[in-house]
């Protein structure tokens, strides 16, 4: 049987959420980095519904977002270690990692872009690139402005809407630094799981940790590199770099 197949973005927090997920739980399978615009094609293709990344094809089995691909990998993971969905605390984590995934990771999104995608264009162009095959390289090439544009207008990115999910996000840390308050490791229960995954993969853009797989080298547009050195030394944004360290 060939290895289950992952589709992403390299960019996409959401997409290393579900690539930190598979890692984890040590089930071996086949990244596949796709271009903005081609990634439709492969969704249009695969039956999904929506085009959004991640996408992981494990047999016949079609499996489309990272929270559905974290309960995949629970239940296909053959090793000894605690599952990600916990028994005894599986309603508060999920409930968690639903907080994490619709607030965080979409305000976060729309904050970078708003002023990298908006304002610096080109410095979000090599992330989008890295790892891309020949010819799909050289199509963002010919057509980023294009992509920009719709991306622009699929996120309603702007000055305006940006500092607006600037304010969620903070907020959201703020929410963050009050559940590490107590010294606790994990954010649910006793052990590591989907919660943990999901707020630390979400927010690695702030905490830039050495062994991300893209985001260690991301060059941040000026105004959110000056709130990354306002807020590096939160509760919130260590926890994401000591997660990394330990988990990742």
């Excluded at 005894?88 to 995608?117: Q, T």
């Excluded at 943990?196 to 060059?219: C, F, K, M, Q």
Aim: with cysteine.
């Amino acid at each position: 049987m060939p290895k289950p197949a992952l589709y992403v973005f390299a960019i996409s927090h959401y997409c290393e959420k579900a690539r930190w997920a598979l890692d984890y739980m040590d089930i071996d399978y086949q990244i596949n980095y796709l271009a903005p615009g081609h990634h439709r094609k492969i969704a249009r293709k695969l039956g999904v519904k929506g085009s959004s990344l991640p996408i992981l094809v494990a047999g016949g089995q079609v499996v489309h977002g990272s929270a559905e691909i974290i309960s995949w990998a629970d239940t296909a993971a053959v090793n000894e270690k605690a599952r990600l969905i916990p028994e005894s605390s599986a309603e508060k984590c999920l409930a968690l990692e639903k907080r994490i995934d619709d607030i965080l990771g979409v305000h976060i999104r729309r904050y970078y872009y708003s002023e990298a995608l908006v304002e610096h264009p080109k410095s979000v162009r090599p992330i989008f690139t890295k790892d891309l095959p020949f010819l799909q390289k050289l199509s963002v090439g010919l057509a980023w402005r294009v992509i920009c544009e719709a991306m622009i207008k699929g996120m309603d990115l702007g000055y305006e809407q940006g500092q607006e999910s600037r304010r969620i996000v903070e907020e959201e840390l703020d929410w963050l630094d009050g559940l590490l308050s107590d010294g606790r490791k994990f954010l649910c229960g006793n052990q590591f799981s989907c919660a943990d995954i999901a707020a630390a993969s979400l927010l690695a853009a702030l905490a830039t940790p050495e062994n991300h797989p893209t985001y260690a080298n991301l060059r941040l547009p000026p105004r959110v590199a000056e709130d990354m050195v306002n807020w590096g030394n939160r509760r919130s944004v260590n926890w994401v770099r000591e997660s990394y360290s330990q988990y990742r």
